[in-house]
């Protein structure tokens, strides 16, 4: 296939808040502001930064379960942005979903058997046989014994639950998934059981991830290219070993040298970010992570940096690290 499978334009989401008796008074929370990215066939992107910087609105404006303020998602080359119901309903076979919480994204009251094939169901009906041997199968590809097909979430560890939940997104052949936080309320054990699936999975089906995740120790395992974002924007897009070798945002920079390391004695370089990060509701004016941020200089208050690409290929939302010049 040539050309992205995921293109997203210029994605911004704003919710309202108050009651909008009078609209223009209602303070605006800019979740997700002009964010533009692909995803190629086979390809990992991660999203990351720390909570409240718009991950899981972004990963919901992808699954139209949230509609965008503006801009456009374009799926195999099919602007998805004005598409109703229906058609969303079989675009949806394209992209499935897998979130953090499998117990309350999987149905209590149906078997793990019904669960994973229910996708499948709701394009077309299946006899009993089909249905056991298809459920049969998708278990076995996330590494669980068809026994469990009779089992319901309830009687399933938080491990099996995710790997159900990920069979169930496998089950319609989507060639991506977008997986939100998906491994985050694991233990470390079991957290590295299930991306290990999921890299298996890959490489076997040559599905693509986009992976939303606030840890890097995870994004660093998985990832083949990094988007950081920050207050809705993405502020640096890098090849995972770019990235981490060489982050260039001052912020990227901070998040990484606040990072766990699997060598304890090893440091990372750099100090981590300090102070909280700023409301959505009413961003620092220029650069928004400038209050934070110790390089910043006067143009960082006054001018909102574009994400500009650097010689090795790199985007970076950072007017001293681009080279602007100061004012
Ligand atoms: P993350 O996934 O990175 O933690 P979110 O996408 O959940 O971030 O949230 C981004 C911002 O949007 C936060 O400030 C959050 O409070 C706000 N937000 C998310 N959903 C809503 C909503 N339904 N109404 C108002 N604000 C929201």
Same mark, same amino acid.
């Given at each position: 296939?040539? %050309?992205?499978? @995921?293109?997203?334009?210029? @994605?911004?989401?704003?919710?309202?808040?108050?009651?909008? !008796?009078?609209?223009?008074?209602?303070?605006?929370?800019?979740?997700?502001?002009?964010v533009s990215f692909s995803v190629a066939p086979g390809e990992t992107l991660c999203i990351v930064g720390e909570s409240g910087?718009?991950?899981?609105?972004?990963? *919901? @404006?992808?699954?139209?379960?949230?509609?965008?303020?503006?801009? *456009?998602?374009?799926?195999?080359?099919?602007?998805?942005? /004005?598409?109703?119901p229906h058609a969303l309903r079989v675009w949806r076979r394209r992209m499935q979903m897998v979130f953090q919480d499998p117990y309350s994204s999987l149905n209590p009251r149906l078997t793990a058997g019904q669960i994973v094939t229910e996708p499948v169901e709701n394009f077309e009906r299946l006899k009993r046989k089909q249905?056991?041997?298809?459920? &049969?199968?998708?278990?076995? /590809?996330?590494?669980?014994?068809?026994?469990?097909?009779?089992? !319901?979430p309830s009687e399933l560890s938080g491990g099996q639950r995710q790997?159900? &939940?990920?069979?169930?997104?496998?089950? @319609?052949?989507?060639?991506?998934?977008?997986?939100?936080?998906?491994?985050?309320?694991?233990?470390?054990?079991?957290q590295a059981q299930i991306l290990n699936l999921l890299l298996d999975l890959q490489q076997n089906t040559g599905i693509a991830f986009l992976f939303i995740s606030h840890d890097l120790s995870v994004v660093e395992h998985i990832a083949h290219r990094v988007a950081v974002m920050y207050l809705g924007r993405i502020v640096e897009l890098a090849t995972c070993e770019a990235l981490f070798a060489n982050?260039?945002?001052?912020?990227?920079?901070?998040?990484?040298?606040? &990072? =766990?390391?699997p060598d304890p004695t090893r440091v990372r370089p750099g100090a981590p970010v300090e %102070?909280?990060?700023?409301? =959505?509701?009413?961003?620092?004016?220029?650069?928004? !992570?400038h209050p934070r941020c110790p390089h910043a200089i006067k143009r960082c208050r006054q001018e909102m940096p574009p994400l500009a690409p650097m010689a090795d290929g790199r985007l970076v939302a950072c007017h001293v690290r681009t080279g602007a010049p100061a004012i």
């Open positions: 296939m040539s %050309g992205p499978l @995921l293109k997203v334009e210029n @994605l911004a989401k704003h919710y309202m808040l108050g009651n909008g !008796f009078l609209k223009q008074n209602c303070p605006v929370v800019r979740a997700v502001e002009d910087c718009g991950k899981s609105t972004l990963a *919901r @404006l992808l699954m139209r379960i949230v509609e965008p303020t503006s801009g *456009r998602v374009i799926i195999d080359g099919t602007d998805i942005t /004005e598409f109703g249905r056991e041997a298809l459920a &049969a199968d998708l278990l076995q /590809e996330v590494g669980m014994r068809p026994e469990i097909m009779h089992r !319901f790997r159900l &939940a990920i069979a169930r997104a496998l089950s @319609l052949r989507p060639p991506l998934i977008v997986a939100d936080e998906a491994v985050s309320a694991l233990d470390v054990s079991v982050p260039t945002h001052p912020y990227t920079e901070a998040l990484i040298s606040a &990072a =766990p390391l %102070g909280e990060v700023p409301s =959505p509701i009413n961003p620092p004016s220029g650069c928004a !992570f």
